[in-house]
């Protein structure tokens, strides 16, 4: 049951804190005769005006009592006390506390409504040009028209937060735009709930079937599409899907495609007789991942002189004979100018890549080293012996804007002669695109990855294309080398996409398979991390061992998991500060993670350098908590980050984290529970890239029939993409492409 929400009304006296990119204030709040501090996501407040904010207290051991507020209503400031208290607060430009006095003398309470409705008035008092008196009115206009609104937008249970990122896309002018056209709101850059959008024009009664709503489902569809990794999507599957979503007959649908088309809204390819629907952004993104690619494929190309000779002595010099496919891997990366290298855990990738980082750097080529994550990018650091950053740190990011953008572009050229990209099976569309555009058109490209992990997270499935159009140079790394042969996580990564028994493991092995279901699946995936790992192995619970999940939901899945977990590893206890943040409870101690992009989280390196940005995907400790501004400090490996309140919702509990999470990443152990799961999570990528995230210990728990369902469905990544299209159309044959089901 919901909680009922107190009532709260009085005169903001002082503004303690403020962010005003995302609505969050602390201040305090005059009424009945006492101060209240007050918190919440509420938008734009400034001393002196009337408020009336609804909400719950809660109470801090070293702050006392708080008011966190839900809601917020205000109104301007009435009396002379409050008007010039508002003025004299600094809120609005070339007015302080001087200024507003004699504001106050001229005007009167009426100061405000002078302000708002005739500014040329304020040119009276001495100081205020005719230009000074519009950008006056101009800021109180905004101030206020924000708060209009979030109070517009309230009844439409949209919060102040997403109701101040609506202000910043359409300004002053939102509410009437909106009133228009509420499916602006479900499009780009806000991406609001289309039920919002559908409430808001069924308060103007527009019709269900409105030119606004058709061409919203369709575009709708589109990124909804995007986000489970489809590029494209034929033009009957995305007339089919946006009539069953919006329940309206088909023909309505197709005639507001051609709209779209029309209008240039929509994109549309034939590949192979099939019409398919593009959104124009990704369109461009796999158009140019082709023309760059093919351009590097057109280039001409020489391999270094006495090449094998070079080879031969880098065998000597470490004691060890590169098997064939390695050898042609090495030749081909010093060679070609685009080389994709693949093959599963054991196969020798990591010792191919060092002997070309070698042969590379002796003939003094310059050679970045970059994998899409920031684990990826240490991972590679650490195996290579050389630097190596993420993608995002590599092109570097600028959000001035408050966009995305790279630093690095195709006006600022990367200066690298050579690229080595890690873990290429995670990378999307659109931050390839964003790579290949800043470096030189000589720069030349060795993609890595393995086949048999799952794909992108974002749009695409580029290593998958590249390799099936035949038209790329690959090798394909299959041979088990023989220290890798003693380790059961790699034979049984292998059968995993073999579709070979899995072994069960004994005592001396690095793999285990456990039998359990439901809660007691549950109950042994607890005991394995808080007491039977760390007693056996010397594993840190919260350190070394990671639970990773297939799925978020049941009794195995990562939001039940991870109370347990908290509970039994992370307690609460009194002097341990905490906070609670939606349905979340942050302690001192917590492992968390990252589950979005910000490119604002300020961080500082234990050492000194600072910078900004945390990606999806990072995990990171909580290392301290600020009661008082409801903030936290996060260590992620080398790194303090910054999370002031508005910013919690950004991360979540990771004692266990979901299979897709995990990407990029390794960990010293990994537990595994697999039981009973919905027909859509049972699928071969996914057990094997869990399986191949355990670095030393991997146990799987959880029946054998969803084990063997899992292995046994090959079919489930199948991707919407051109790009293979697009590259056979830059390219002549150069072999014959695999069939759709190889990698």
């Known amino acids: 049951m919901e909680q009922e929400l107190e009532e709260l009304s009085g005169t903001v006296e002082d503004i303690i804190f403020e962010n005003s990119d995302t609505g969050y204030v602390v201040f305090e709040l005059s009424g009945g005769g006492s101060l209240t501090v007050v918190c919440g996501v509420l938008g734009e407040l400034h001393a002196g005006e009337s408020v009336v904010v609804r909400g719950s207290y809660e109470n801090h051991a070293t702050y006392g009592r708080q008011f966190h507020a839900r809601e917020c209503e205000t109104d301007m400031p009435k009396d002379l006390e409050a008007v010039y208290a508002f003025l004299a607060s600094g809120s609005l430009p070339y007015i302080g506390a001087s200024t507003a006095n004699k504001i106050i003398e001229k005007f009167g309470a009426k ?68 009133a228009a056209n509420p499916y602006l709101l479900c499009g780009e850059p806000l991406q609001l709930d289309f039920r919002h959008a559908d409430s808001i024009a069924q308060y103007y009664q527009m019709a269900g079937d409105c030119a606004q709503r058709l061409e919203a489902a369709l575009l709708r569809t589109l990124r909804h599409n995007a986000n489970n990794g489809h590029t494209c999507l034929p033009r009957n599957q995305l007339l089919d899907t946006a009539a069953a979503f919006l329940q309206q007959p088909r023909e309505k649908l197709a005639d507001a495609l051609d709209v779209c088309l029309e209008r240039g809204l929509l994109c549309r390819q034939n590949y192979s007789g099939t019409e398919f629907i593009y959104l124009p952004d990704l369109l ?17 190309k020489s391999a270094p002189r006495a090449l094998d000779k070079n080879i031969q002595i880098l065998e000597l010099s470490q004691g060890f004979t590169y098997a064939p496919a390695q050898r042609e891997a090495i030749r081909k990366a010093m060679s070609e100018n685009c080389l994709v290298l693949t093959g599963g855990p054991g196969t020798g990738k990591t010792t191919t890549v060092k002997a070309i980082l ?21 991972r590679l650091s650490e ?43 995670m990378v999307d569309v659109k931050l390839f695109q964003s790579l290949l555009v800043a470096l030189r058109y000589s720069c030349r490209i060795i993609m890595v990855g393995d086949t048999d992990q799952l794909p992108s997270v974002g749009p695409g499935n580029i290593l998958g294309e590249v390799i099936r159009s035949g038209l790329v140079p690959t090798v394909c ?4 080398f023989r220290q890798a042969e003693r380790s059961l996580i790699v034979e049984n990564a292998h059968n995993i996409v073999s579709g070979r028994p899995l072994q069960k493991g004994g005592k001396t092995d690095d793999f285990f398979f456990l039998e359990s279901d439901g809660t007691a699946c549950q109950k042994l995936v607890c005991d394995l991390v808080t007491t039977r790992l760390p007693r056996s192995y010397g594993f840190d619970p ?36 905490e906070i609670a943040s939606a349905s979340r409870v942050f302690r001192v101690g917590d492992k968390v993670m990252q589950v979005r992009n910000n490119y604002e989280i300020v961080w500082q390196r234990i050492g000194g350098e600072q910078g900004v940005g945390a990606y999806n995907g990072d995990i990171g400790i909580v290392e301290s908590i600020n009661p008082r501004d409801r903030s936290m400090v996060v260590r992620m490996d080398d790194r303090r980050l910054v999370y002031p309140a508005e910013n919690l919702g950004e991360l979540e ?90 990698n």
Do not use: W
């Open 653 to 742: 509990i990771a004692y266990a984290i979901t299979v897709h999470k995990s990407q990029g990443s390794e960990f010293p152990a990994v537990v595994l529970p697999a039981a009973q799961l919905p027909p859509r999570l049972c699928y071969r990528n996914l057990l094997y890239t869990g399986v191949t995230r355990a670095r030393k210990l991997c146990i799987l728990t959880g029946r054998r029939d969803t084990v063997s369902a899992m292995m046994a469905n090959v079919r489930q990544n199948l991707r919407y993409s051109g790009l293979r299209e697009l590259l056979s159309q830059e390219l002549p044959p150069r072999q014959q492409p695999l069939e759709d089901g190889e």
């Open 542 to 577: 919260v350190r070394d061992i990671q639970v990773l999940c297939p799925t978020k939901m049941g009794p195995c899945g990562t939001q039940a998991l991870n109370l347990e977990l908290q509970k039994l590893l992370n307690p609460p206890q009194r002097g341990k500060a």
């Open 358 to 378: 070698q042969l590379l750097e002796n003939e003094a080529e310059r050679v970045a080293l970059c994998a899409p994550t920031g684990r990826a990018a240490k």
């Open 111 to 178: 100061a405000l409504e002078v302000i708002a409705n005739e500014p040329a008035q304020l040119t009276a008092i001495r100081g205020i040009s005719a230009d000074k008196a519009d950008r006056i009115q101009q800021a109180f206009k905004r101030m206020f028209g924000m708060r209009e609104l979030i109070a517009y937008l309230a009844q439409f249970e949209i919060s102040p937060r997403r109701a101040m990122e609506v202000f910043r896309v359409f300004g002053p002018g939102a509410a009437a735009a909106i």
């Open 383 to 425: 195996l290579t012996g050389r630097k190596a950053s993420t993608i995002h740190r590599l092109l570097e990011v600028d959000y001035s804007g408050g966009v995305v953008s790279f630093i690095h572009n195709d006006k600022n050229l990367l200066k690298c002669d050579v690229l080595i990209l890690d873990e290429m099976r």
């Open 284 to 300: 461009e993104a796999e158009q140019v991942i082709a023309q760059r690619l093919a351009m590097l494929m057109k280039r001409g």
């Open 477 to 480: 790394l299959n041979e088990i």
